[in-house]
């Protein structure tokens, strides 16, 4: 298994994914740079966190239209793996790989924190190494991640089983005490109908290892490992 991290201009967690996939889970990883339009031959990409363009006229919107994004889409219509974390998550929604929208946070203020997130589907190559119901502590770092969409597509996301994570209390309770930026159905993380592709608002590569002050993270990376190595 082979994977990529995208560099965008404003990225600042490439370095922290690729040491979770080169140091953590052992990966033969390399970085890529927005403008090159071919990826190398990989079984992973990764879109990491960070403020791709300055989030001009919005999170992701300009990061879309980069050269390499083409390739990632054709990766991803492919049926291979790609993560998208944070403002990567922000840039699969602006590339049509996954529905929806984000918006301003509900309390309109940057939020930097550890959350909990609950696992809804674990038949998925990014949570293949976790149980339905289990909870994970992972650190959050946005300003706009407040998910939306509408009631329709909402819908088409729970009668395909691609609401992979929702925000929650350590034990699993669900509720709006729970939810740190009004995101619709406290949505954290989806993935598209083929389920190769996720996108999640939540750091898992800043909580995996103990020295972060949580390890809980890993268990996607290795999730992925263990789905693609042969």
């Known amino acids: 298994m082979k994977a990529a991290v995208i560099v965008f201009p404003g990225s600042n967690c490439d370095t922290d994914c690729f040491h979770a996939l080169k140091d953590v889970v052992k990966v033969p990883v390399e970085y890529v740079w927005h403008k090159d339009r071919h990826l190398p031959k990989v079984d992973l990409v990764v879109i990491p966190g960070g403020f791709s363009y300055g989030d001009y006229l919005r999170t992701g919107a300009i990061a879309r239209f980069s050269p390499v994004m083409e390739s990632v889409i054709k990766h991803a219509n492919d049926g291979r793996a790609v993560i998208g974390i944070c403002n990567g998550f922000q840039i699969l929604l602006e590339a049509g790989l996954l529905p929806g929208a984000m918006l301003r946070n509900k309390s309109l203020e940057f939020i930097c924190k550890h959350t909990w997130i609950r696992t809804e589907e ?102 992925i490992v263990n789905a693609l190595v042969e």
């Open 122 to 223: 674990n038949l998925t190559i990014f949570t293949g190494q976790m149980e339905p119901g289990e909870t994970l502590c992972v650190p959050i770092a946005h300003g706009e991640g407040n998910y939306y969409c509408d009631d329709d597509t909402l819908k088409s996301l729970h009668d395909h089983s691609q609401v992979v994570f929702r925000y929650s209390s350590e034990t699993g309770e669900i509720g709006d005490a729970f939810n740190p930026n009004g995101s619709k159905d406290h949505i954290a993380g989806i993935v598209n109908k083929k389920k190769n592709v996720l996108g999640m608002m939540p750091h898992p590569e800043r909580s995996s290892e103990e020295i972060l002050g949580s390890s809980d993270g890993r268990k996607i990376f290795e999730s």
